[in-house]
């Protein structure tokens, strides 16, 4: 399948696989497994199931579309990487991946454009990087895939601690999810 069409299965339905637990009290976990079958099948505004609001499909984003490709393991491998770099901090790393870790930090240098104060090998810390780079409409769906508490917790850091260069953050998550895929 091409990148349009994994895109529009995903938006439409994909997102509703491997939704965390702690989502399960939402309307679409009490409807019974070939109620909730049917209406992916016949209803194009099952997002509204979960809570997502209605926002209108975006063009294919590889980014999102490469994320969502990792596995689980791959996805937290590349919240610790990403936390790494971050931090300026590469203990626990493999030598290999410190020393990608270590040039990546040196090229893109994210201290000069991410709030300071942060320890971001925590998972609120990561999501607050990911939902910056995400449009709306992918960000509500993906969440979904995380624990709510560090979700909300990634939404309810002030607007105030604003990514100031965001291609910069962008480039730093293609590299990072890059490393992962290739690496393991």
Known sequence: MDETGRWLRWWRDGFVQGIDKSWHRLPWFCLPDADRKSLIEVNPRVSTLFNISDHLITAPDARALNFIALSRSQQQAVFALLGCVCNGDF??????????GERIQKGIRPQIFLPQGFDYRQTDKALFLLKAVLSPGCWYRLRLQFPEPAVLSAENISETQAITILQRLRTLWDAAIWRIAEHE
């Open 91 to 100: 203990s626990g790393l493999t030598e290999s991946d410190r020393e990608w």
